[in-house]
Nanobody
Framework: QVQLVESGGGWVQPGGSLTLSCAGSGMMSDVYVMGWYRQAPGQQRELAARIYRGGSTNYGDSMRGRFTISRDNVKNTVYLQMNSLKPEDTASYYC???????????WGQGTQVTVSS
């Protein structure tokens, strides 16, 4: 199994920055892609960012240019650096991992990000 634990959420004012961390454990050597997704109340879960084993990345349209995903393979941790935060970024952010050659996904418990004055 893969276990994912998020941290780093909290409150920040518009225009501020926040960095989320997702610490993975278990069969991390089999992970093909890790990503961050977010979900606001009453809305669908959407992609924030994801990073593949080869290092390529994808970002949600509204996050591109403001968010940066990175991975520390030694620590088995993925990060999401969020800059120029907006109130509409307020959501629960979830870390996920997909195993190589499968459609099995693992999810963390989520961490709340609130952007307000």
């Amino acid at each position: 199994q893969v276990q994912l634990v998020e941290s780093g959420g909290g409150w920040v004012q518009p225009g501020g920055s926040l960095t989320l961390s997702c610490a993975g454990s278990g069969m991390m050597s089999d992970v093909y892609v890790m990503g961050w997704y977010r979900q606001a109340p009453g809305q669908q879960r959407e992609l924030a960012a994801r990073i593949y084993r080869g290092g390529s990345t994808n970002y949600g349209d509204s996050m591109r240019g403001r968010f940066t995903i990175s991975r520390d393979n030694v620590k088995n941790t993925v990060y999401l650096q969020m800059n120029s935060l907006k109130p509409e970024d307020t959501a629960s952010y979830y870390c996920n991992a997909v195993l190589l050659g499968s459609n099995v996904e693992f999810w963390g418990q989520g961490t709340q990000v609130t952007v307000s004055s």
